[in-house]
């Protein structure tokens, strides 16, 4: 993947302090106007929700498909987005996906529609219109 071509859709890049990062890795994302932020030294903890969610990726995605290429992957890892993102319920938010419309009425009276999701991995429930 190039930088260039996405760079103006992160304004960050979290990473621990391992000497394998380089000031050239350093100056591809910056270049890319990208900010560099490293986690505390001696902290592995601060780097959980990038881990978290890399196990989550894993465990309900990755780890059930055989990817044949790039472009695959690229495909998988923007329906995973979708359905982690739009359907899947988070136990923190009291089981509402992120990207929820809190002020939306649901007419619970009409009957629920499964729909598979991530290549048929994942199934997503929702009534009907």
Same mark, same amino acid.
Request: hydrophobic letters at 35%.
């Given at each position: 993947?190039?930088?260039?071509?996405?760079? %103006?859709? #992160?304004? #960050? $890049?979290?990473?621990?302090?391992?000497? &394998?990062?380089? &000031?050239? #890795?350093?100056?591809? #994302?910056?270049?890319?106007? *990208?900010? *560099?932020? &490293? *986690?505390?030294?001696?902290?592995?903890?601060?780097?959980?929700?990038?881990?978290?969610?890399? !196990?989550?990726?894993?465990?309900?995605?990755?780890?059930?498909?055989? *990817?044949?290429?790039?472009?695959? $992957?690229?495909?998988?890892?923007?329906?995973?987005?979708?359905? @982690?993102?739009?359907?899947?319920?988070?136990? %923190?938010?009291?089981?509402?996906?992120? $990207?929820?419309?809190?002020?939306?009425?649901?007419?619970? %009276?009409?009957?629920?529609?499964?729909? &598979?999701?991530? %290549? !048929? $991995?994942?199934?997503? @429930?929702?009534?009907?219109?």
């Amino acid at each position: 993947m190039d930088v260039g071509e996405c760079a %103006s859709r #992160f304004k #960050f $890049l979290i990473r621990d302090r391992d000497g &394998k990062f380089s &000031k050239a #890795f350093d100056q591809v #994302f910056t270049g890319g106007g *990208i900010q *560099i932020l &490293k *986690i505390l030294p001696q902290a592995p903890r601060a780097n959980c929700y990038a881990e978290r969610f890399a !196990g989550t990726l894993r465990r309900e995605c990755l780890d059930h498909l055989l *990817i044949y290429g790039e472009w695959h $992957l690229r495909r998988v890892l923007a329906e995973f987005e979708r359905h @982690y993102n739009d359907h899947r319920p988070h136990q %923190s938010r009291d089981q509402t996906p992120p $990207l929820h419309e809190p002020g939306r009425v649901i007419d619970m %009276s009409a009957p629920v529609r499964r729909t &598979k999701a991530v %290549s !048929g $991995l994942n199934n997503q @429930y929702g009534r009907a219109a």
